[in-house]
């Protein structure tokens, strides 16, 4: 059954940590305090890193 399959759950993985990046980039480009736009900067930053580890798990099951 492929909804089983790891990558499918990883494919949700990403789209919910790319969701996220875009999230706080939204808000660090749009937010007038400055403690909430280093925030949302770190927070980004964050968010970048877990979308390069999904996608490498990503990259792992489906090259299998």
Not at 18 to 47: C, Q, S, W, Y
Not at 50 to 61: D, F, I, M, T
């Amino acid at each position: 059954d492929d909804d089983r399959h790891p990558a499918v759950a990883v494919q949700i993985a990403l789209a919910a940590e790319e969701r996220a990046k875009r999230f706080f980039d939204h808000v660090f480009n749009t937010a007038e305090d400055p403690a909430l736009i280093e925030l949302a900067a770190e927070m980004g930053r964050e968010e970048q890193e877990h979308v390069a580890w999904v996608k490498q798990a990503l990259e792992r099951l489906t090259s299998a």
